[in-house]
């Protein structure tokens, strides 16, 4: 049955400074250096959310202790938009606590499903990309957005298979996602790129079907090559390659999108981070002063 739609208040709290937008992912391997209050290069922290559902303890008391001088948001991977069962209420009614505790300014997850019959999977694991399909996630789109009265924006992933049901791609479907649901889209432009190489398509065709107001937020990482593959492992620095992408990506995204590092693996010291997250601050600011900049090719 479809669910009724109502309309959703897009009340995204923004960043209180709009040129405060370059973020890092909090890993559990810099708690202590940051509880020393270290003065930092980083504007705001993105916290997986189901680290912080439910737990209190050293994460919590760290992560609110961080909160106090940073803004946050809540990245999910446990939302599960994409399966064909209903949103598990726990799971967001703990996701409901975990918000009002930290106020984030975004909360987001993933084009992807990992749960089913009760069953909650490691992966993220892609969805096939048709109408059925497009009618099951907004219905759970809608619903999430109702039941939190928050928008919510959803990542586009890295797949390794593609469905042969599939009548349009990912791009495709996130833009009619966002029309029928209101939701904002988390651009994720290292995932674009493996999924670019792996599956041999232009990245910018992609980004370019993305609506450039529909995004939210940016996320930047590092894969890993595999020999015949990419790999989406986020435990290396940002490739050039995808450095280059976000340079001529810039005229598609809006200005002064939070954009973040995402560094799972191989976790490098602190200073490491803020370095790599100083390159994305150089290329916006070479971006925001190079009129002639194109996006209409892109050599990787
Ligand atoms: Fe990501």
């Known amino acids: 049955m479809c669910r009724k739609r109502r309309k959703i208040r897009k009340n995204v709290k923004l960043l209180e400074n709009q040129t405060s937008i370059f973020g890092v992912g909090l890993r559990r391997e810099h708690y202590q250096y940051l509880t020393e209050k270290p003065i930092t290069d980083i504007d705001w922290f993105e916290v997986i959310s189901e680290n912080y559902m439910n737990t209190e303890g050293r994460p919590m008391s760290v992560l609110e202790s961080i909160r106090k001088d940073y803004p946050i948001a809540c990245h999910g991977v446990g939302m599960s938009l994409g399966s064909s069962d209903q949103i598990d209420p726990n799971y967001l009614k703990e996701l409901k ?24 999977l490691h992966e993220l694991i892609p969805v ?53 649901t209101g939701c904002s889209i988390l651009l994720d432009i290292n995932n674009i790129y493996v999924n670019a190489k792996n599956f041999q398509f232009n990245p910018l065709d992609f980004i370019k079907t ?26 290396e620095p940002v490739h050039q390659e995808v450095w280059n992408l976000f340079e001529t990506s810039l005229e598609l ?26 390159k994305a601050r150089k290329i916006m600011h070479k971006g925001t002063k190079n009129e002639t900049r194109k996006t209409t090719e892109f050599i990787p």
């Not at 529909?214 to 435990?235: E, N, P, R």
């Not at 995204?253 to 100083?278: Q, R, S, T």
């Open 97 to 120: 606590r975990l918000i009002e505790r930290l106020e984030p300014f975004l909360i987001s997850d993933h084009l992807a499903w990992n749960h089913l019959n009760g069953t909650r």
């Open 128 to 180: 096939p990309y048709h109408e059925e399909s497009l009618e099951v996630i907004a219905n759970h789109i809608d619903y999430v957005q109702n039941e939190l009265q928050r928008q919510i924006a959803v990542e586009n992933i890295s797949a390794y298979f593609n469905y042969a049901t599939s009548t349009m791609n990912e791009g495709e479907f996130l833009s009619l996602l966002t029309q029928k």
């Open 210 to 235: 993305i609506p450039k107001k529909s995004i939210a937020q940016v996320h930047l990482a590092g894969f890993t090559d595999m020999g015949t593959y990419l790999f989406d492992t986020h435990a």
């Open 253 to 278: 995204i809006p200005e002064n999108v939070p954009i973040m590092i995402e560094w799972d693996e191989n976790v490098p010291e602190f200073h490491k981070l803020e370095a790599e997250l100083n």
